[in-house]
């Protein structure tokens, strides 16, 4: 389960989608330490066929949503049942999404820790591709009438078996799509089955290294976290 990743800063976004520049400042710097919940970019097509940078809630709330409480733990969908759980049928089907990314996070279930005062933690890792400076994880997303009548967009991040590079550090990854599959992963008319030959296509060639565990605390943000140790 990836609960934590890297976003780049609004311009490399700009720069990397060859899209106009929007000045919203709201990812000036990126981030280097996402958590769920958090709002995020994401890439999606307008109707008139353009790529539009918005900011959206990480965890995802379907359209048909009735509690004033948001779900909780819908920022991850599972590739192998996002095309037909209703939590994420709909998004599935018509409403894809680009998350942009340098990398992201996940903890070794053979790696422990010692800390200090006798804790113990699992051992970090940051998985990136050597080769490509920016990665656009694949996506869903869904607009949702708050109670008080504001609306709210939201994502959520598709997970799949982990690639043969990285499945010894973790067992499940995001499907990371290559530039080629962008426009059929954006495009509305793209059908179910074409959706799910992008997923099990989506690129393989990841690596990754051990970081420091000060990444396990949110407020901690900064480039020094994805360094190997």
């Known amino acids: 389960m990836c609960g934590r990743y ?10 990397y989608w060859h ?53 909780s733990g819908t920022y991850n969908a599972r590739s192998e049942e996002a095309g037909h759980k209703p939590m994420w049928r709909n998004s599935y089907r018509y409403r894809r999404c680009l998350m942009p990314a340098l990398g992201w996070y996940e903890w070794s279930d053979k790696e422990v820790l010692h800390m200090q005062a006798g804790r113990e933690t699992r051992q970090p890792y940051y998985l990136y591709c050597s080769t490509e400076p920016v990665l656009a994880f694949a996506a869903l997303w869904s607009s949702w009438e708050a109670p008080n009548g504001d609306e709210l967009l939201s ?53 990754g290294h051990r970081v420091s565990p000060l990444v396990n605390d949110t407020r901690n943000d900064f480039p020094a976290l994805l360094e190997a140790l």
């Open 6 to 15: 890297v976003t780049p800063a609004e311009a490399e976004i700009e720069r």
């Open 19 to 71: 899209i106009g520049a929007h000045d919203s400042g709201l990812w000036a710097r990126g981030s280097f330490n996402v958590a769920p919940t958090s709002m995020v970019p994401i890439l999606r097509m307008e109707v008139e066929g353009q790529l539009q940078l918005v900011a959206v809630r990480w965890g995802l709330i379907p359209f048909w949503w009735k509690k004033a409480q948001v779900p």
């Open 155 to 207: 994502c959520a991040m598709l997970t799949k078996s982990a690639a043969p590079s990285i499945r010894a550090i973790y067992g499940r990854m995001p499907v990371v799509l290559s530039p080629s599959q962008y426009d059929a992963w954006l495009a509305a008319e793209t059908r179910p089955d074409e959706v799910a030959h992008l997923v099990a296509s989506a690129r393989t060639d990841l690596a």
